[in-house]
C-alpha cells in the first residue's frame, strides 16, 4: 500500500481530514516546543496453538489508536488514544504539549540524510493475516506428528503461530508524511521428551516478514525435528563443569549474547545519559580487530527489518563496531539531535501508547576467515554453546549472564557431551577483546526474537559466525 494508500485508509477509517490533522499539529506545537508528530496504528494479531495433539486456542484481536508526541529540548511529552477522532486528538495534543514546554527547547531536530534510501522490504500479493484459520490448524497437526515420529521419548508438543497486520502512518511538523503496511509471522515447536524418569524440552522456531505460504517450504517441518533434537539431546547431557574456560559460540542464535551485551550498550540515549560502558568511546578500541558489528534493518524479509522506523525514517546500514574500533551509536530522532549525531533509523515503539526510543533491528557480527571446524579442533578443553535460553545484563558496566540451552563440552579439539545447567558469565567489552577466532559461517537467526527494554517489546534479529572467546567465566553444575 502506498503511503497515499495508508492516509486514506485512516482518514477514511476514522472520518479525518488533513485540514483537521493540520490543526492538531499546530495545537501540539503552540508556543515553546521544537517539533510533534502524530503515530496511528491499526493492527491486527491472530494466534492458534497446539498441546497434546489438539489445537486448542485460536484468537483474532484488533487493536487501533493514535499517539502525539511533543519535543520540547531534551524533554518529551507523550499522550495516546484509543479512540481516534479529531477532539480526542487534540485533546492529546494539547496534554503532550504540556508536558512537554516545562521546559522549552530552542533544539533544531536532525533531519534523515539527504538521499538516504526508501525501501520495499515486505511487499506480499497475500498478507499472512488473510490465511484460512484451517490452513493454519493443518499445518500445527502436521508438526505435531513430524514432532512425534523423531523418537519414542517424545510424548508432548507445544506448537503456535502468530500472524500480525500492522499499519502505521507517522505525520510530522516537518511535513512528512510516512505510511507503512508491516506484516509479521511466527511459528514456534516446543517438544518435550521422557525417558527413565528424566525430563527435558527443546525448543526451536522461527518467521520474519513474509507469506504465511513460506513456512510450507519444509522449513515448519525442519522446525519440529530440531525441537525434538534438542530435547532428546538435553535427556543425555551431563552436568556442566565451572571456572574459566574456552568459549566457542556457534553461529546464529548465539548472537543474542552479541544484542543483550553489547548492542543495547551501543543505544543513543544510554550513552547521552552516559550510563553506558560505551559512553564517550567513539574512535577508541574496544574489541578484538576480527570483531565487525552491524545494525540493518535493510535487509528483506526479516524480523527485524522495517521499510521505516516508527519516527518514519528510512532504515539503513550502521556500522558500529569497525575492526574492534567504535565507529558510532544507534540513534533515534532525539537522542540525535541532543547528542549531534546523524539519525539511524532506530527510533522504534511497540505500539501506538508508548514513545519511541533508540532500538536494534537485525545486529550481528560480520564473518571472519577461518574455517569453523579448526576453531574446534584449536581447542583442547572448552564448551561449546551452540543455543541459549534467558539472560541478564546491565547496561552501565556491561556486566551478562546468559543460559546456554544447548552446550557440549569440547575435549581434545572435538566436541564431546552435551553438558546441562551451563551459564556463561561476563563482561560485554570485555569479551570483545577475548575473540581470538571468527568464522566463515555468519548465519542469522531463523526469526524469533523479541527484545525488551523500559517495558517495551518489538522483534528482532541477530547473528553470528563461529567465534572463540579465550578466558571466558563459565557457571556450571558439576561439583
Known amino acids: ?74 524533554r518529551s511529552g507523550y499522550a495516546y488514544s484509543d479512540e481516534v477522532s479529531l477532539e480526542r486528538l487534540e485533546i492529546a ?44 490448524t493443518a499445518l500445527l497437526v502436521r508438526l505435531d506428528a513430524v514432532a512425534r515420529a523423531v523418537d519414542p521419548c517424545i510424548t508432548n508438543v507445544l506448537a503456535g503461530i502468530g500472524i500480525e497486520h500492522r499499519v502505521v502512518l507517522i505525520m510530522t511538523s516537518a511535513g512528512a508524511v510516512v505510511g507503512d503496511v508491516r506484516p509479521l509471522v511466527r511459528l514456534t515447536v516446543t517438544c518435550v521428551a521422557e525417558r527413565g524418569g528424566g525430563r527435558q524440552q527443546g525448543t526451536y522456531g522461527g518467521g520474519g516478514r513474509f507469506a504465511f505460504g513460506t513456512l510450507g517450504d519444509g522449513r515448519a517441518e525442519r522446525f519440529a525435528r530440531e525441537a525434538a533434537r534438542q530435547a ?116 522504534r515503539r511497540e505500539s501506538f501508547a508508548h514513545l519511541p526510543m533508540p532500538r536494534m533491528t537485525n545486529t550481528f557480527m560480520l564473518a571472519g576467515e577461518d574455517v569453523p571446524e579448526d576453531i574446534i579442533r584449536s581447542v583442547d578443553r572448552g564448551l561449546y554453546a551452540v543455543s541459549f535460553g534467558g539472560g541478564q545484563v546491565d547496561i552501565t558496566n556491561g556486566r551478562f549472564v546468559f543460559s546456554a540451552s ?19 558469565i561476563g563482561n560485554g567489552p570485555d569479551v570483545l577483546t577475548r575473540i581470538t577466532r571468527v568464522g566463515s559461517d555468519l548465519q542469522l537467526d531463523e526469526g524469533i526474537g523479541t527484545c525488551g527494554k523500559d517495558g517495551q517489546s518489538v522483534p528482532v534479529g541477530v547473528g553470528l559466525p563461529t567465534v572463540r572467546i579465550d578466558g571466558l567465566t563459565v557457571g556450571g553444575t558439576q561439583a
Open 406 to 424: 544447548e552446550a557440549y563440552r569440547i575435549e581434545g579439539g572435538k566436541i564431546g557431551p552435551p553438558v546441562k545447567g551451563a551459564t556463561l
Open 232 to 347: 532428546l539431546v538435553n535427556l543425555d547431557a551431563v552436568e556442566a563443569p565451572a571456572g574459566p574456560t574456552t568459549v566457542v559460540l556457534g553461529p546464529g542464535w548465539p548472537g543474542i549474547l552479541l544484542h543483550e551485551a553489547i548492542g543495547h550498550g551501543l543505544e543513543g540515549d544510554f550513552n547521552r545519559k552516559r550510563v553506558s560502558a560505551f559512553t564517550d568511546r567513539i574512535g577508541t578500541r574496544v574489541g578484538s580487530e576480527l570483531c565487525t558489528v552491524i545494525d540493518d534493518g535493510t535487509l528483506p524479509g526479516r524480523r527485524g527489518s522495517l521499510n521505516v522506523d516508527d519516527e518514519g525514517t528510512p532504515t539503513g546500514r550502521t556500522v558500529l563496531i569497525e575492526r574492534g574500533i567504535l565507529r558510532g551509536y544507534l540513534q533515534d530522532r532525539l537522542n540525535a539531535t541532543l547528542m549531534g549525531m546523524p539519525l539511524t533509523g532506530n527510533g
Open 93 to 136: 495534543a494539547r496534554t503532550a504539549r504540556l508536558i512537554a514546554e516545562e521546559r522549552g527547547g530552542t533544539h533544531a531536530l536532525t533531519a534523515p540524510a539527504a538521499g538516504r534510501p526508501h525501501h520495499d522490504l515486505y511487499a506480499l500479493a497475500r498478507p499472512p493475516v488473510d490465511t484460512p484459520l484451517a490452513e493454519q
Open 1 to 74: 500500500m502506498e503511503v497515499a494508500g495508508v492516509e486514506r485508509f485512516f482518514c477514511e477509517r476514522f472520518g479525518l481530514t488533513n485540514a483537521g490533522l493540520e490543526r492538531v499539529l499546530g495545537a501540539a506545537l503552540a508556543r515553546h516546543a521544537d517539533y510533534a508528530d502524530l503515530y496511528f496504528e491499526f493492527r491486527v494479531i491472530q494466534t492458534a496453538s497446539l498441546e497434546e495433539g489438539v489445537v486448542k486456542h485460536a484468537t483474532r484481536t484488533l487493536d487501533q489508536g493514535v499517539g502525539v508526541r511533543v519535543l520540547a529540548g531534551a
